[in-house]
Structure formats: C-alpha cells, structure tokens
T-cell receptor, first 112, second 110 residues
C-alpha cells in the first residue's frame, strides 16, 4: 500500500471549514484513499473513502486531485467535538486481509 | 446492535502474568483485527482473522496469540506479560477498508 504524508498538527476556528491535506504521490490505480479519526482515548472512527471521484457524506467531503497524488478531507463547519487525530490511509482494493496501516496522522485542534 | 465490544476496559498485570483480552462483534463480519497503540503513536496491527478458524500475523505479533472459533469472537492472549506490552489494545471488525473499532482495553504491565 502507498505511503501517505500528513502535517502533524493543524488548528481551526469553530464554525469554519477544516481542510486536512494528505499526500500520497506513489498511489497506484487500484488503491483507495480512506480517512479515519480518533478522538482522545477512543477507538478510530471511519469517516469516508474514495477512489478518484470526490465523495461527500454526512460527516465530511473528500476531494482527490485529478492525478490522485493528494487529497483533502473537508469538515465543512468544524465543532469542538471534531478535535481529534485524523488518519489518511491508502489501501489497495485487493489487500489480502483488508488491513489498514495507520501512520502518524494530523492532530486537529478546533478552537472556540 | 452493540457493534464491537471489548473487555476488560482496564487491567494491571505483573510481569510474567498472562491474560486474555476479549473481543466480540455482532455485525457478522468475517474480518477481525487486533491493534495496539502506544502513547502518542499510531495503531499497529498485531493479528488479524479473515474468518472462523483462520488467523494471521500482523506487524507486531511477538508475545501474543489469537484464536477464532466463531465469527463473533476474537480473543487476544498475552503470555508472560512484559512492560513493553503496556499499551491500549483495540479490536476491530469489518472489511473492504471500512473497520469498526471497539472502545479499547488499557493494559499496564508492572
């Protein structure tokens, strides 16, 4: 699975959009981009995933560049409860164990 | 629908003791996983299972054992606990990249 690079930390004002970037320049054609988050002391929570088209659900939007070498997770109106570590994970569709490899993630701090 | 449940929530072990961390899921998922997370670090995969009777090693399997006799249960066994196994342990189930995690077991080995 491709390696990902994320900034270690970011701040966002409450009510504003939080844009979390992820670089995955070595991604291959059969690899999906997944986003998870981990609120302090809790288990990780799935947010969204995509292959090449932009995706949106009730939690967030995922924007993947046309060359698929990077992506951005958007939380449209961040709240204090969105303070968490956000993990960007690239995983191939035929990963034998459906495994996920968690890197360091981005620690998002939403401030009042 | 409880999702993924783990017991116990907290445990303190002495060096050399053994214990089993329990994990149960009620979503009928074939895939189940055990991760550990050391303070300030990301999750590392210990073992995983693709179905009842089938298990395989992850990134950090040494010092642990697993079994999968049913779809629902995936216990993790620690033999001869060591201080290096002090960590938070998360169980997960799912497939296709979408995993559902339990609340974790915080283990301290003294």
């Amino acid at each position: 699975d491709a390696k990902t690079t994320q900034p270690p930390s970011m701040d966002c004002a409450e009510g504003r959009a939080a844009n979390l970037p992820c670089n995955h320049s070595t991604i291959s054609g059969n690899e999906y981009v997944y986003w998870y988050r981990q609120i302090h002391s809790q288990g990780p929570q799935y947010i969204i995933h995509g292959l090449k088209n932009n995706e949106t659900n009730e939690m967030a939007s995922l924007i993947i560049t046309e060359d698929r070498k990077s992506s951005t997770l958007i939380l449209p109106h961040a709240t204090l409860r969105d303070t968490a570590v956000y993990y960007c994970i690239v995983r191939s569709w035929n990963n034998a164990g459906n495994m996920l490899t968690f890197g360091g993630g981005t620690r998002l701090m939403v401030k009042p | 629908n409880a999702g993924v449940t783990q017991t116990p929530k907290f445990r303190i072990l002495k060096i050399g003791q053994s214990m089993t961390l329990q994990c149960t899921q009620d979503m009928n998922h074939n895939y189940m996983y055990w991760y550990r997370q050391d303070p300030g670090m990301g999750l590392k995969l210990i073992y995983y299972s693709v179905g009842a009777g089938i298990t395989d090693k992850g990134e950090v399997p040494n010092g642990y054992n697993v079994s999968r006799s049913t779809t629902e249960d995936f216990p993790l066994r620690l033999e001869l606990a060591a201080p290096s196994q002090t960590s938070v342990y998360f169980c997960a189930s799912g497939g296709g990249g979408k995993q559902f995690f339990g609340p974790g077991t915080r283990l301290t080995v003294l």
